[in-house]
């Protein structure tokens, strides 16, 4: 089992690489284990999976619960971490420099933080403090003793502000804060990606749920981007099946969706 120092080694290596890379999203240690086996070289928790683990709305998580997730997934596998901390669970500078340090004492390697308040009547903090907000846990990445890199978000795109100025403006001063990775959740298109990765000199990260699902890793790359996540896609993927099978079972009597599973060994043999 790699250390938390090589597990940063490697999460950073595979950001300064030529090409882009796959981090897929799990939501617990099962989940993390089959990723691994299957090759994955590093992992991303989701707070949408682990909402939906626990029966709740995506926004019904607490910060205990993210990191105490963050744990149990760094503890599982072998594989870098990287945390889905959403904005600090509160809005001062302070919270957010507070919640990297406990995602790193958590075993994660790298995390972001995002500018959405949590509040939809006013989502998006405003500019001054959101850089405000990365600039503080920017210090608290770079002073920790493992190395930690972190993602600074800029969600305007999710929250009906349609702005890709204001969201390359914001990405320009997340870099200049001191942000590792630059990441806008709600790209639509390799031009929208483009435009992005053209207009920041660091890391960009891509989630791949707003864009067409046909379009590839390879063109992907080919636009600039270098770490390419699927958020809680994998999730509500896996409750699709769920919800199929109980509506077969439910309103057809039928159990034919059991044709569909892999066997128990092949399951098992991935999580040892």
Not at 90 to 119: F, M, N, Q
Not at 195 to 222: C, F, K, M
Request: proline share 3%; with cysteine; glycine share 8%.
């Amino acid at each position: 089992m790699r250390n938390q120092v090589e597990k940063a080694a490697a999460f950073r290596a595979l950001h300064e690489r030529s090409g882009a890379f796959i981090i897929p999203n799990p939501w617990e240690a099962g989940t993390a284990r089959i990723l691994a086996a299957m090759g994955f070289e590093a992992v991303a928790t989701t707070s949408r999976g682990l909402a939906y683990m626990l029966g709740r709305a995506s926004e019904n998580i607490s910060r205990d619960e993210v990191i105490a997730n963050c744990r149990v997934i760094a503890e599982a596998t072998d594989l870098p971490v990287n945390a889905d901390l959403v904005n600090g669970f509160a809005h001062k500078p302070e919270a957010a420099a507070e919640i990297i340090r406990l995602a790193a004492e958590a075993g994660a390697v790298g995390g972001s933080i995002e500018d959405y308040t949590g509040d939809r009547s006013k989502p998006i903090y405003e500019f001054e403090l959101a850089v405000e907000r990365v600039r503080a846990a920017a210090e608290v990445a770079h002073a920790i003793a493992v190395p930690f890199m972190l993602t600074a978000r800029a969600e305007n795109l999710l929250h009906g502000r349609n702005d890709m100025a204001d969201t390359v403006r914001r990405l320009q001063a997340f870099e200049r804060a001191g942000a590792d990775v630059l990441y806008a959740p709600g790209l639509r298109n390799l031009d929208e990606v483009r435009q992005v990765v053209s207009s920041v000199n660091r890391p960009v990260n891509v989630v791949t749920g707003w864009l067409n699902p046909d379009i590839t890793l390879a063109e992907l790359s080919e636009a600039g981007a270098k770490r390419i996540s699927v958020g809680g896609a994998l999730s509500r993927l896996t409750l699709s099946i769920l919800i199929k099978a109980g509506q077969d079972m439910q309103e057809r009597g039928s159990f034919s969706w059991m044709r569909e599973m892999i066997g128990t060994s092949e399951v098992e043999k991935m999580l040892v």
